[in-house]
């Protein structure tokens, strides 16, 4: 083969699309799962009709976004449902747009005072998103209310349902970043990736064939499958997630499912790179109901995690901040126990702009690898989130739940919302995806590993995927970009161009 691609999902697609494009037909994509996509999936609800994608599912940074804009042209369908937050405290309800409070503006503050201390100065050190919002209501306490030291950094939690961690684990210096631009939902990304599929003949394609081994011999790469099956290529472009190919480094995962032996074994700035760099664990629960009785009118509701006035207390009385910094960690500890309110967490009312009776749920780790753990026990997840379900319905008008799900025929009064499906992610479990994307802790740098893999393993091997890109890192369009980005390349040395 002239080249041979590692991975179906939109990384691996657009490489072979771009290939096929410059001219080389002897391609092969080799995928290990039975289906194309990767971390894009698209799959049917419970009557058959409504659809959703676990995976991905909005376009981002729509600004800059060309994977968007040539969906749009193809026809592609999408909303920009992007809206103003409700946000719910366990006890006082909704704590959102208060002329009180004011909880937006503090966040914005946060946000301010967090770009201060790391791109305005040297030499800060990076902590957790805990520690340094923690830090921002005590250095500032003078100027804020109770309530606002209360709850505002809890607000500011909603962007751990970006970056898929706790803000324990999460680093303060990559917590917020510049969006370029609003975001746009696709319906669906299953559109994309067929579209993308259909640029090359599907021949090209061997799915259930998980790649093992890539030795590279003089000019030639040779690549092994589980089933032993050897292809000698020019070049390989491997694209399997961050979290597969770190199991290359480590020598005690040799018999871990997916793992690939790289021979030579990976060079040494792409090892050093994954010494800085973590992976999370963003997971979704979709929850489907009979039919929509609840308001209509706005898209997002973030539940928060619960707060106690004896932090306030905590915060105004401390000494110092090392004082304050006891107190949290003390508050952390009691938090072993796993409850719906321990973490903030995002509900996309899909009932607007779509009319789907649902709601599409983020979770973070480490909810999301125990949510994703009992996913075959339905009644247990429905227990589990009960209460910040009925919080809410209960903000947009709606009348607590009803478990619908173990008779679908059964009839109920006509206002109630009946729960008539849940469906759980699984991405912490695959062996293929093993979580869901990059996410920086303490002290990482996300920078030096997407250098290393942008510049490859040789001119013969070489990488692609959201994981291996500045522009776009984490996204869905970073990792389609990454993908031209390889075959050209590969193109420019095959005098394809
Ligand atoms: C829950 C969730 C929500 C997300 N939300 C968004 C969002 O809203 N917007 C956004 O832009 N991004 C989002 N992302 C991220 C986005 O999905 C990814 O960045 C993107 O899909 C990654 O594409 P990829 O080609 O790099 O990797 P993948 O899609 O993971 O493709 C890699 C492929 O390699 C295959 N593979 C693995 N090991 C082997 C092996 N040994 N041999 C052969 N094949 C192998 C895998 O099966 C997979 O198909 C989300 C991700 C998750 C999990």
Request: hydrophobic share 35%; proline share 2%.
């Amino acid at each position: 083969m002239s080249v041979i691609i590692i991975g179906a999902g939109i990384s691996g697609l657009k490489t072979a699309s771009a290939l096929y494009k410059h001219g080389a037909k002897n391609i092969k994509v080799l995928e290990s799962r039975g289906r194309i996509g990767g971390r894009l999936q698209t799959i049917t609800g419970f009557d058959g009709i409504r659809k959703y994608d676990l995976g991905a599912s909005w376009h981002h940074d729509t600004l800059c976004n060309d994977l968007f804009v040539e969906g749009v042209e193809a026809g592609e369908k999408y909303i920009f449902d992007d809206d103003f937050f409700i946000y719910i405290d366990k006890e006082r309800g909704r704590v959102d747009r208060d002329p009180e409070m004011k909880l937006e503006i503090i966040d914005r503050e946060i946000n301010k005072y967090t770009d201060m201390e790391y791109y305005q100065k040297l030499g800060s050190k990076d902590v957790s998103f805990q520690e340094l919002a923690s830090r921002y209501l005590f250095e500032k306490r003078k100027y804020l209310t109770d309530d606002q030291i209360r709850y505002s950094a809890q607000v500011s939690r909603y962007l751990e349902l970006w970056h898929g961690i706790d803000w324990k684990q999460l680093s303060a210096k990559d917590t917020y970043f510049g969006h370029q631009g609003r975001n746009a939902m696709a319906l669906n990304y299953d559109s994309t990736i067929d579209r993308i599929a259909k640029t090359f003949p599907s021949e090209i394609i061997e799915l259930n064939t998980e790649v093992n081994s890539v030795k590279q011999d003089n000019n030639k790469v040779v690549i092994t499958t589980k089933d032993n099956k050897k292809y000698v290529a020019d070049y390989c472009v491997v694209t399997i997630p961050q979290s597969v190919l770190e199991l290359s480094i480590n020598e005690s995962a040799k018999n871990e499912t997916g793992r690939i032996e790289f021979d030579p074994p990976l060079n040494n700035n792409i090892q050093n790179g994954f010494k800085s760099v973590h992976y999370g664990g963003l997971g979704k629960v979709i929850f489907e109901f009979e039919k929509i009785c609840w308001d209509q009118n706005e898209a997002k509701v973030v539940t928060l995690a619960k707060t106690s006035s004896s932090f306030v207390d905590a915060v105004r009385q401390a000494n110092t901040f090392d004082d304050l910094l006891r107190y949290i960690d003390k508050d952390n500890s009691r938090m072993i126990t796993r409850d719906c309110w321990n973490q903030p967490l995002y509900f996309n009312n899909l009932a607007k702009g779509l009319d789907i009776a649902s709601f599409m749920m983020l979770m973070q780790s480490p909810l999301t690898e125990y949510i994703e753990s009992i996913q075959n026990d339905k009644d247990k997840v429905f227990k589990f989130f009960q209460p910040v379900l009925d919080s809410v319905l209960k903000s947009l008008g709606g009348k607590p739940v009803v478990n619908g799900m173990s008779d679908l025929k059964q009839v109920f009064e006509d206002d109630v919302p009946v729960l008539r499906n849940i469906i759980v992610t699984n991405w912490t479990q695959e062996p293929y995806s093993r979580g869901a994307y990059t996410a920086c802790f303490p002290g990482d740098d996300a920078l030096d590993m997407i250098v290393a893999l942008d510049r490859g393993q040789s001119s013969r091997i070489r990488f692609a995927g959201e994981h291996t890109v500045m522009d776009g890192a984490g996204c869905v369009y970073g990792a389609w970009k990454s993908g031209q980005r390889e075959a050209d390349y590969i193109a420019d040395r095959m005098n394809l161009k």
